[in-house]
């Protein structure tokens, strides 16, 4: 690891994964790159130092199953597919929604009694749920944190950092709604003044939203050879980093910071430890309908 800008009089300081950690625990950091060359072992890595933090919690969201096996987190908590079901009742048709949605205050809670947590989602085309409950523990999170910040006179005691997994399917920009847009990006943005932060891991960065990748102030990128991507980082990327970006190795990224370009070599995340995976309960519903739902969802 070097830092390309260094001369005699500022000699060259490491940049590592601990370097990372501390920056992303304070300021959004982006993980991006083509698929399988070690963007979530960096993650792991930095998600592992961040754990050993004091006042540090991290919340990942996670769809892929990524963070259950060989993981820093001791807990996964799965939330069940949304279920819609079409029943023949007397010749009638009639859909059943899952209610998810209304049950997110009961899994709002649940999730915000660990400190350390990932959280898996069975859903594989709608990651409205996701959004949803990731706004939600958001608000909570920035509530908490910002009430804390003005008792004490502006200083920051506790931090939370958010890692979003494949974060293209739920901050990508064709994927967002506008309401959500705002929402999200002015978290990434003005988290850092009561100790909010992000960590967004992607294999597609033409498709995170520019309004949340711009806001991050730390960039690992790892080979980067689809257009879009390249695109993207030519706008941000000294130009003699962006012909290396194509040539990069699986575990090897290039890190963007406020002090210059660094090169990064991680190692294999060690294998061994897995999560306690918790299943959210879905509650019991009252009535006609509810008992036909709780058929459903046994
Ligand atoms: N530094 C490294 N040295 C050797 N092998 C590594 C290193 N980093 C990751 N790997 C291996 O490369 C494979 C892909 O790693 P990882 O899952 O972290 O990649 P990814 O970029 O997140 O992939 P995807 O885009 O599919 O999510 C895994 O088998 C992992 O063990
Ligand atoms: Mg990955």
Redesign the pocket.
Known sequence: MKNQENSPENPPRIFGVKDIAESTSKTPTAIM????????????WIVAELIKMKNVKVRIFDS?L?WIFNTPVDYVFHVPEPIKTLIDEDGKTVIIYSDIFSIAPHIVKDLLSYDNIAINFANINDFDYERELMSKLILHDKNQLVSEVMNNKGEIINRVVYIF??SQTTVGSNVMRRKEMAFLSKAVSTGANWGLSFLI?T?RAGEVSTKIFEHTVTKCV?NSTQPNCLKKMSRIFPKNSVAKLKTLG???FLVLTPKGVFDL?????PKGKHAKIIDIVIPKKKGFWGRLKDKLFR
């Open positions: 790159g083509i698929p399988q060359h070690g963007k979530t072992t960096l993650a792991k892929s990524q997994e494949e891991v294999r790892t699986v575990g090897e070599k991680t190692e294999k995340y």
